[in-house]
């Protein structure tokens, strides 16, 4: 069973880069079942994705969000990581990162089962 | 983009009711569609993939159907841990989009 936590800074000011971490626990980021994601929810708005990688390093990002994210993996660590630059007050919310179930041999479309609790961060100076 | 239109954005229920929220996708998605429960300061919960499959633990009352472009979930015999707001999505193409959610609220 996967076990997901971010931490990171809560208060990140105007036209700095937010930047958060997600650590895997119950089993390896290398594995090649997962892809690890990054999804956020703005105080009182609905769920957005905002990107997903695979343990191999390859990415996929939302185009709203105009090729200001970067996710990138750890494996020493175990952990993925987020950064957003040229943050505004737009990008306030909660961020959770996710697992995405991917079966290999299948291959189907991953899809989410694992999510950690979520930490709001707060844009402003 | 894929748009994720759901409804009814809000609904009132009593414990013992059964509810259905529906979802409906810009452009046939497949059975490439889940479902989660959000709940305050609970990590989401993942409760469908594949449109009908249910997550490992998650009790039946919970059911999806449907596939293309409309889905639906359904919940039966609320219990109070279920007055939560849930979310469809797609997954059959990036980028991932999720539904405008459905807050389901004690009567």
């Known amino acids: 069973q996967l076990q997901l936590q971010e931490s990171g800074p809560r208060l990140v000011k105007p036209s700095e880069t937010l930047s958060l971490t997600c650590t895997v626990s119950?089993?390896?980021?290398?594995?090649?079942?997962?892809?690890w994601a990054w999804i956020r929810q703005p105080p009182g708005k609905g769920l957005e994705w905002i990107g997903s990688?695979?343990?191999?390093?390859?990415?996929y990002d939302n185009p709203s969000l105009k090729s200001r994210v970067t996710i990138s993996v750890d494996t020493s660590k175990n952990q993925f990581s987020l950064k957003l630059n040229s943050v505004t007050a737009a990008d306030t919310a909660v961020y959770f990162c996710?697992?995405?179930?991917?079966?290999?041999?299948?291959?189907?479309?991953?899809?989410?089962?694992?999510w950690g609790q979520g930490t709001l961060v707060t844009v402003s100076s | 983009d894929i748009q994720m239109t759901q409804s009814p954005s809000s609904l009132s229920a009593s414990v013992g009711d059964r509810v259905t929220i529906t979802c409906r996708a810009s452009q046939g998605v497949g059975n490439y569609v889940a479902w989660f429960q959000l709940s305050p300061g609970k990590a989401p919960k993942s409760l469908i993939y594949a449109a009908s499959i249910l997550q490992g633990g998650v009790p039946s009352k919970f059911s999806g159907s449907g596939s293309g472009t409309d889905f639906t979930l359904t919940i039966s015999s609320l219990q109070p841990e279920d007055f939560a707001t849930y979310y469809c999505q797609q997954y059959n193409s990036y980028p991932l989009t999720f539904g405008g959610g459905t807050k389901v609220e004690i009567k």
């Open positions: 996710a697992g995405q179930y991917y079966d290999l041999w299948r291959g189907y479309p991953p899809y989410f089962d694992y």
């Open positions: 990688i695979y343990y191999s390093g390859s990415t």
């Open positions: 119950g089993g390896a980021i290398s594995s090649s079942n997962y892809y």
